[in-house]
């Protein structure tokens, strides 16, 4: 999204991935809100769309459900569940008709030094190693996030702050509705944090499972199985692919800047901490740094002075979310599986239609009064 | 610390959590640099199980 803004606003922009092939392996559970497509202007297409979505169903550790149904929902509005391998492309593709110069399968794996100053990156790639010059570097490297450390920000990620997740995209399961993605909670399944099934079409899903780094026992991978296996839909599947990867969930690094510099994204750990959503904030983040980025070149001044706007402006945008999502997380890892349960018992028939985050809390809490002191300051 | 090529799916979450910044990943492995105090931590949350670590007794 950076190097598509960039480009557009008038800056000669050379976009790297290490990867041969964008989008893979994919690192995600793929679901995506429609707002923040519409919102940067990016037609939803078929080729990259792999379900649609209009509720959400929570189940509870001892089974029970709760449905919020259809728009804003935990993800917000109606939205899609992706096939990344090929949207990860596409936005290299829109970046490309911009004209934005790109280099797939080239590693960075380091910052070009004038004196004190970033003057660039160090990569190599088929061609050999290289040395690239620019006013701007764009540090967008995802979770692994060492483009920052080299400039001296410390991103590095405590084992509180990270979710462990594994995936399996399976075929040959009941999909009861398409149109549902289900998360599932409780100590047993996941300690501080949930599994999920992400519905593509009626027999194919992608179904995973996050687990706060710092509870786990076994790699997430075997608590994975072990959910499939006491899904009779599930275990009756096949695996079709194995993925997975870490998710920030400890909020935003406090500063996402630096002369030369703007750190974006998973990088940035721009991440929803309760839902562990990050693609969302990534592009809405990348929009906005690659229009900070051309514009301070154009100007002539890269000082961190300039660049400051794309985390004043980003902020604005997201900087509160950001913070309630943290507390809410908070709020469930501190919650045992009878409160859990206890919490579902109460919503079951609850009118769910139209539900924001606040709303939801708002519900929570006429529910569960002793949930209120946890609840606090979240609304 | 080792990667197991075979399990590991290059997600990029040990790099993520090296104290040292050690980790590099790329396309086709992850491999830990000179750096490398085999602190474990990275094995703690890799989501298959792909780390080593080799213990100094
Ligand atoms: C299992 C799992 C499930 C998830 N589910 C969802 C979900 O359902 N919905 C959601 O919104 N979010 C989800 N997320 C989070 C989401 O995947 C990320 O927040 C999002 O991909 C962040 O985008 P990004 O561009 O910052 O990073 P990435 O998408 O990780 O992109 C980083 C890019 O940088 C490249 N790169 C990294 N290092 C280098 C280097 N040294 N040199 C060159 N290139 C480099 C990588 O190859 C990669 O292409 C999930 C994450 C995981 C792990
Ligand atoms: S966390 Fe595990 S699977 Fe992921 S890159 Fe590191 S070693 Fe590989
Ligand atoms: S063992 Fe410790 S120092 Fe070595 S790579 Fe893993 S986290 Fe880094």
Known sequence: MSARAATRAGAEVLLLDKRRELGVPVQCGEALAEEPLLDLGIKPNPRWIAGEVNAVRLISPSGLEVSIAEKKAVHGKVGFILDRKVFDKHLAMLAAKEGADVMVGTLVDGLLMDGKKIAGVKASSFDGRMEVRAKVVIAADGVVSRVARWAGVNTTLKLVDIESCAQFQMVGID????????????????????AWVFPKGRDMANVGIGILSSRMQRPAIDYLKDFVNSMPGLKKGRVIEINGGGVPVGGPIPKTFKDNLLIVGDAARQ????TGGGIDSAMRAGNIAGEVAAKAVASGDVSEKKLKE???????????RFKRYLKAKEVLLSMSDEELDRLAKALQGVEFEKISLTDMLKVFMKVSPKLMWKLKGLM | MK??????????????????????????????????????????????????IERKL
């Open chain 1, 310 to 320: 794309y985390e004043k402006r980003w902020r604005e945008q997201m900087g509160k």
């Open chain 2, 3 to 52: 990667v197991d090529t075979n399990i590991c799916i290059r997600c990029g979450a040990c790099a993520s959590v090296c104290p040292v910044n050690a980790i590099e990943v790329a396309d086709a492995y992850v491999r830990a640099d000179k750096s490398c105090n085999n602190c474990g931590i990275c094995a703690k949350l890799c989501p298959v199980g792909a780390v080593m």
């Open chain 1, 271 to 274: 991440v929803n901490a309760l």
């Open chain 1, 175 to 194: 999909i009861k509705s398409p149109e549902v993605m289900e998360y599932y909670f409780g100590s047993k399944i996941t300690p501080g944090g949930y």
